[in-house]
């Protein structure tokens, strides 16, 4: 076994004991009929364990990655400073904001301007896909919330509208 499959045996075993522990604690929760505060738990915590035995079957029965290159290493090394900033910067902006603002306006432009931020240098910035991505993605999550969870998230400036 090389070392390769030998991280990725090591990966696969720790994700699924997280999932297994998490699981545990999960059935612990209580739970009432339907949706609960207890679903997400147990979701989150299947999908771990899907995730683990997903790892571990590639560690087994998948073919050997291509020997890296001196080019891959080199890209595989450059991490921007700036773009961990940036992010830094639009979490620390989202969360202060999100009360006043509310989630549906602060999610949009938040998602919005990550997109722009992980847009590659190389790529042209596509402002019409990425803020129609941004606005479907914060209104479903919204409703999602508000309609099947029955939490409401801050609605902010659109309470006065």
């Given at each position: 076994m090389t070392t390769a499959n030998k991280k990725e045996?090591?990966?696969g075993v720790a994700m699924?004991?997280?999932g297994i522990a998490y699981l545990a604690l999960a059935y612990r929760l209580p739970g009432h009929e339907g949706i609960d505060?207890?679903?997400l738990?147990?979701?989150l915590a299947a999908l771990l364990c899907l995730f683990g035995v997903?790892?571990?079957a590639s560690a087994f029965g998948g073919a050997a990655p291509p020997p890296a290159t001196e080019a891959d290493d080199a890209k595989a090394s450059v991490i921007e400073p700036a773009?961990?900033?940036?992010t830094l910067g639009?979490?620390?902006l989202y969360v202060v904001l999100l009360g006043p603002v509310g989630f549906p306006i602060m999610t949009t432009l938040y998602l919005y301007l990550q997109?722009?931020?992980l847009t590659p240098v190389d790529r042209k910035i596509r402002h019409l896909p990425y803020a129609g991505i941004a606005l479907v993605t914060s209104i479903v999550i919204y409703l999602l919330f508000r309609e099947a969870f029955d939490l409401l998230l801050p609605a902010g400036l659109l309470n006065f509208l």
């Amino acid at each position: 076994m090389t070392t390769a499959n030998k991280k990725e045996l090591t990966i696969g075993v720790a994700m699924l004991g997280a999932g297994i522990a998490y699981l545990a604690l999960a059935y612990r929760l209580p739970g009432h009929e339907g949706i609960d505060a207890a679903t997400l738990p147990f979701l989150l915590a299947a999908l771990l364990c899907l995730f683990g035995v997903l790892q571990l079957a590639s560690a087994f029965g998948g073919a050997a990655p291509p020997p890296a290159t001196e080019a891959d290493d080199a890209k595989a090394s450059v991490i921007e400073p700036a773009t961990v900033l940036k992010t830094l910067g639009l979490i620390l902006l989202y969360v202060v904001l999100l009360g006043p603002v509310g989630f549906p306006i602060m999610t949009t432009l938040y998602l919005y301007l990550q997109f722009i931020v992980l847009t590659p240098v190389d790529r042209k910035i596509r402002h019409l896909p990425y803020a129609g991505i941004a606005l479907v993605t914060s209104i479903v999550i919204y409703l999602l919330f508000r309609e099947a969870f029955d939490l409401l998230l801050p609605a902010g400036l659109l309470n006065f509208l």
